[in-house]
């Protein structure tokens, strides 16, 4: 099975001698970052030091409420002096862009997860990306998406948000346990569990597409479970604008360390350049750089792609090595979709109608696919209830069952004596044939 590891890369791009980081409205162009807009402006040189080797002070970094060192009792409290607010714990993971670490708000008392931008901060275009992703998901306010709590700066003069902690594990974590037999695992996520939990995924990105938003970068590593079966879909840092009048100027830059990559690594990593997304998880129209093409439909399709492998616990591309098979794959080969060869060894083979689902959802023409997640998400909870649409042999006997039992529901009194009527029928049918065998010997 193809698994994807987050890993660690360089996202070095070009310097820039001025940096605007915006408090206040923002488009998703590069050129918005000059615009006559609420700004507070962090002027640097060309080393990236601001004039007289000052520094601002970090935004957000210190502690603001007193801290009791003992419970008050009959005395006033015992109280400490400021401190540092977020004390730092494990880093959680890290990407091509920025880095994510647990840690501990001390003014709170909760864990958060602060998110870094890694590259320069002399990066114009990577802090726009970053501003973007601040942006973005501040303005989706979703169940089914993490919510950002604050942004600032810390002694470092890394810029950084911090979110809400999910305690749990990453769907992709999830499917290679699912793939390698755990009972636990396979108790826990039956197919209806997994159909439930990629609904909730899909009910966030209908969320982000009616507000305008593509996500671009759906895979099993950007999906959060939590502790308490929530689920969370993360890193909106490609999202962009669904209908945008031109294509994306940070779209232009490639990926500068992407080539020092193993070759592995390269297909399971975000990229952002004239390719944008992780290519085993991308749409044609990603796989080909066709930004203008990119819509509602894309996310369709990698959500699919995420879909047939928690159900099937198989890449739908099979094991591929290279980039440059994944990408001609993806545009040009057939999705290898099939009864004969979904049957994972640690489980039965998947119920027909979600085979059916991923064969739509698959199309290489974006107007093949469903016209939105909602159209999935109705299939979907159709199928959960029994409505499952008539494709083959399997789902016609599946619908007849469902059908079966809701008259049975209705009319009992009819269905019963239907019953009878047909147990009559078959016994009196049995004493013929009894009687014939007899009378022949």
């Known amino acids: ?71 008050p ?3 006033g409290a015992e109280l400490s002096g400021p401190g540092e607010r977020y004390a730092k714990r494990r880093v959680l993971g890290a990407g091509g862009m920025g880095e994510v670490v647990l840690a501990e708000d001390r003014d709170i008392g909760r864990n958060v997860a602060l998110k870094y931008l890694t590259a320069p901060s002399s990066d114009a275009a990577a802090l726009a ?8 998901v501040g303005s989706l306010e979703h169940p089914n998406i993490v919510p950002i709590h604050d942004v600032g700066v810390d002694d470092a003069n890394r810029y950084y948000f911090v979110m809400k902690h999910v305690e749990g594990e990453t769907l992709e974590h999830v499917i290679e346990k699912l793939a390698a037999g755990d009972p636990a695992y396979h108790t826990r996520y039956t197919y209806t569990a997994r159909v439930q939990l990629f609904v909730a995924l899909l009910r966030a990105l209908a969320f982000a597409h009616a507000r305008g938003y593509v996500h671009r970068d759906i895979k099993p590593a950007n999906v959060m479970v939590g502790r308490y079966g929530e689920v969370m879909l993360m890193d ?16 232009s830059d490639a990926d500068a360390d992407d080539a020092s990559r193993p070759a592995r690594e390269r297909l399971f990593t975000t990229r952002r350049g004239a390719i944008v997304g992780t290519p085993v998880y991308m749409s044609p129209e990603q796989a080909r750089g066709d930004v203008d093409a990119i819509d509602e ?53 998947p119920p027909a109608e979600f085979i059916h689902f991923v064969k739509k959802g698959l199309q290489k023409a974006p107007a093949a696919r469903y016209p939105s997640v909602n159209a999935m998400i109705d299939l979907l909870e159709a199928a959960l209830d029994g409505r499952v649409k008539v494709q083959c042999p399997f789902t016609l006997q599946k619908r007849m069952t469902r059908e079966l039992a809701r008259f049975t529901d209705r009319h009992p009194a009819v269905a019963l004596l239907g019953f009878v009527s047909a147990a009559l029928g078959t016994l009196g049918a049995l004493a013929w044939v009894v009687a014939a065998a007899v009378h022949a010997i």
Request: proline content about 6%.
């Open 1 to 71: 099975m193809l698994t994807g590891v987050g890993r660690r890369a360089s996202a070095a791009h070009g310097a820039a001698s001025e940096i605007r980081v915006y408090t206040g409205g923002m488009t998703t162009r590069d050129h918005a970052l000059a615009a006559t807009v609420p700004a507070v402006d962090v002027t640097r040189d060309a080393s990236g030091a601001l004039p007289g080797g000052a520094d601002p002070a970090p935004s957000g970094t210190s502690t603001v409420a007193p801290r009791s060192a003992v419970l």
């Open 73 to 75: 009792r009959a005395g």
């Open 236 to 251: 909106w840092g490609v999202a962009k604008l669904c209908k945008a009048p031109e294509p994306d100027a940070r779209d």
């Open 129 to 136: 990306r970053f501003v973007d992703e601040i942006r973005v």
């Open 297 to 349: 439909r894309s996310d369709v399709y990698c959500a699919t792609a995420l879909f047939f492998e928690l159900v099937t616990l198989r890449h739908y591309l099979g094991e591929v090595e290279s980039l440059e098979q994944v990408l001609r794959a993806i545009q040009s080969e057939e999705a290898r979709v099939t009864f004969g060869t979904t049957t994972h060894p640690t489980q039965g083979p």
